[in-house]
């Protein structure tokens, strides 16, 4: 497992409408930080800016539950690595 542990049963598949990451996380939630582009709020924005944007660019797609958490898994990684899983 690449994304989240060995025997998680449930997980939220996850795209970032950012950077187009898509990945898995074992928190379950309408939306999150993107591990790849999200950032804590910055603190340096001047007082012209206005209250910046929640940084919770990732979406939840799809709640995984059971075998599709494994499967999911794999082909995420696969994909991130490059790899041709066509002969899966
Ligand atoms: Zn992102």
Redesign the pocket.
Known sequence: MYYVPDGTKRCGFYE?T??Q?RFLDIRVAPKLV?P???EEVDMEIGPDDDIPASSE??VLLEMLEGDDVEKYDTLLSLALTGGDYTWI
């Open positions: 970032c950012e950077c990451s993107c790849y582009c999200g660019s990732a």
